[in-house]
């Protein structure tokens, strides 16, 4: 559909900007996800667990990362061990899109003075932008062992040491 | 008169879409700095001899200069904590995906009587997104000579060493403004 002029419509783009800022303007916290968002765990055998993070479309992917390390430090306390090994880990994007768009068309407002019905071609611009959302989702399996962690090996994490240096990033939801 | 009105308008749209895109091209590309609006380097500790080191590029900034700035961090990083070496336990780098945009032509019909009309149009385009990269590296860090063998290690004074042009040319004359 013809618009008479679309330039000064600025109004159109903030509209769905501000739906997606009303909708989900707070950072996960570090909470248990129950299928939603937040950590989860799986015991996969004795000393073997699979622990996911999921965040929402807030929470930047170092924060995913940091809270599914904290987690599996935590566990691996909870569980009497001293240190755990990441067997293997990933993380998951999923992105979906929100777009709007308008129509310009030039030069309407002169068009038909004085006249009865006539037909019109034109030129037009169809102009678009689509905005990216995207939220990340980690998970890592690790498997937990007491004593001192080996030197040479590189994926394993001291869980008391993991747990001191991200302790100033977690944040709980208030009670 | 009319005819004249349309053919301004539509030149006028012509030279503001143009302008856009040749704007959008012209971004300087990030360079080697802490993190701001425009991307730059962030590292957080992990473990005490542990670290994540992130390099965040704007839209102008080439993969390879986000990889090269990211390692030459992680070698700043080392040095700067009293080591030597450092070993990457991880590396990845993920391209994100920007807001999508286009002016798209299209061509239109209808019909129209006095101020009113009616019509169909369709845009005959798509929009292209900006792309720009971020590099993850999680590193250890070591005193003392880097194993011989170790493929994933490296010294942390030779790889300054090797990057520093890169780095410092990046900052377009600048040099003195490294941060630290």
């Known amino acids: 559909m013809f618009s008479s002029s679309a330039w000064g419509r600025p109004w159109l783009a903030i509209a769905p900007l501000l739906f997606l800022i009303s909708a989900c303007a707070m950072e996960t916290p570090y909470q248990p996800g129950e299928g939603g968002y937040g950590y989860e765990e799986q015991q996969i055998e004795g000393n073997r667990y699979r622990v996911i993070f999921a965040g929402n479309p807030s929470t930047p992917r170092e924060t995913v990362q940091n809270y599914l390390l904290y987690r599996s430090a935590e566990l691996t306390l909870q569980n009497g061990f001293d240190y755990f090994t990441v067997v293997d880990r990933d993380v998951e994007r999923s992105t979906r899109y929100y777009s709007h768009g308008y129509v310009d068309d030039f030069g309407f407002h002169n068009r038909f003075r004085g006249r009865s019905f006539r037909r019109f071609y034109r030129p037009s611009f169809y102009s678009s932008k689509a905005y990216p959302v995207s939220e990340y989702s980690s998970i890592a399996n690790i498997v937990m062992a007491e004593g001192e962690k080996p030197k040479d090996e590189p994926n394993a994490y001291d869980a008391l040491d993991v747990v001191q240096q991200l302790q100033p990033l977690i944040r709980q939801n208030a009670e | ?180």
């Open chain 2, 1 to 180: 008169m009319i005819c004249n009105f349309r053919r301004l308008s539509f030149l006028a749209a012509s030279v503001v879409g143009l302008a856009m895109a040749l704007a959008a091209c012209a971004a300087s590309p990030t360079p080697y700095q802490a993190v701001g609006d425009d991307g730059g380097y962030a590292d957080q500790q992990l473990e005490s001899d542990r670290y994540r080191v992130t390099f965040e590029g704007n839209d102008a900034t080439s993969r390879e200069t986000v990889e090269d700035f990211a390692l030459y961090r992680a070698a700043e990083l080392t040095l700067q904590t009293g080591n030597d070496y450092f070993r990457v336990v991880s590396k990845e780098v993920e391209p994100i995906i920007g807001a999508v945009r286009g002016v798209s032509p299209g061509i239109g019909i209808g019909i129209g009587t006095g101020n009113v009309g009616f019509g169909l149009s369709t845009a005959l385009g798509g929009g292209r997104p900006d792309y720009s990269y971020v590099t993850y590296l999680d590193i250890i860090v070591y005193e003392g000579e880097k194993p011989e063998n170790d493929r994933e290690a490296y010294s942390a004074f030779d790889v300054i060493e090797r990057l520093k042009p890169a780095v410092t040319g990046s900052v377009d004359g600048d040099e003195g403004e490294v941060a630290e």
